[in-house]
């Protein structure tokens, strides 16, 4: 069996919707799907929260440290997954015939965007080759920390030295409209991390009326820069370099059983990065 977009699709996210399963949270999300892909493929070993550190070559210490929320191991490839679970700024009860199931308040898609696409990035960054920047910058508290790629080793624990990794993947589930639905005025400085059906790739940054936000000292002296900062945080305010192009096609996520009435509906989208694949970046969004 093959491990792609099409298995995640029809083995796992289709079977959670057969089932009339509707997630509270991310965590919960995660653990299904873990648990979805080991009953499906029981040869295969599957690591939650596998752990991933950028280091530095001479020094050995560590640069940045980021965590993959799931790794599949088949067939001697390695299957990088990152998942998003994000509900509308509201509370609401769905319900079947017997339970009762929450969603809670998650607001500020413009942040949730901009984490699936960096989300992109990181399985980027293991799938290809060449995923690393010529420069690493990392924010922090204000600072900007640069260092060269050729001083930068991957320590990928527990995965071995020179894990294989054939493709990877990132999926998220949500019934907030602001993610997938058409471009408006009123979103315009994040108009390019909005993850409307079409196709992503090449530098996304964060925008306002006359340009592109992509130079830090310009973007610093912006009202909207400050706007991005304050409201999304520093290090969401780099632009993001995707070395791919990407298809979005959002899916409906609407379990049979479960009574919506005039609630907001679930949709998925998967983006499988594939190295075969690799493409000169565009950008249509």
Request: include cysteine; aromatic fraction near 14%; hydrophobic fraction near 30%.
């Amino acid at each position: 069996m093959c491990f792609n977009k099409e298995f995640l699709q029809e083995k796992c996210i289709n079977s959670f919707v057969n089932d009339g399963i509707i997630f509270t949270n991310e965590s919960q999300f995660q653990f299904a799907l873990a648990m979805k892909i080991k009953e499906t493929l029981p040869d295969s070993t599957v690591y939650l929260e596998q752990p991933i550190f950028l280091k530095n070559k001479s020094k050995d210490n560590i640069i940045e440290k980021m965590y993959i929320d799931i790794v599949v191991k088949y067939n001697d490839k390695l299957y990088p997954i990152e998942l998003k679970y994000k509900t509308t700024n509201k509370e609401l009860v769905y319900s079947d015939s017997v339970n009762n199931y929450y969603t809670f308040n998650q607001g500020a898609a413009d942040c949730g965007s901009f984490d699936f696409v960096w989300d992109i990035k990181r399985i980027e960054r293991l799938v290809f080759e060449q995923g690393l920047e010529d420069t690493h910058i990392k924010w922090s508290r204000g600072e900007i920390i640069q260092t060269n790629k050729k001083n930068i080793k991957i320590d990928y624990t527990t995965l071995g030295e020179k894990p294989d990794f054939g493709r990877g993947f990132v999926i998220m589930i949500t019934n907030n409209k602001s993610y997938y639905g058409k471009k408006r005025t009123e979103q315009l400085y994040w108009k390019n991390f909005i993850l409307e059906d079409g196709t992503i790739g090449g530098t996304l940054n964060w925008a306002n009326d006359t340009e592109e936000l992509s130079d830090y000292q310009k973007a610093n002296k912006s009202d909207d820069w400050k706007k991005i900062k304050n409201a999304c945080g520093l290090s969401r305010c780099k632009p993001i370099c995707l070395k791919g192009s990407y298809k979005l096609e959002w899916k409906e996520y609407t379990p049979a059983n479960i009574d919506f009435n005039k609630k907001p509906q679930f949709k998925y989208v998967i983006v499988e990065v594939k190295e075969l694949e690799y493409k000169s970046p565009v950008n249509d969004l």
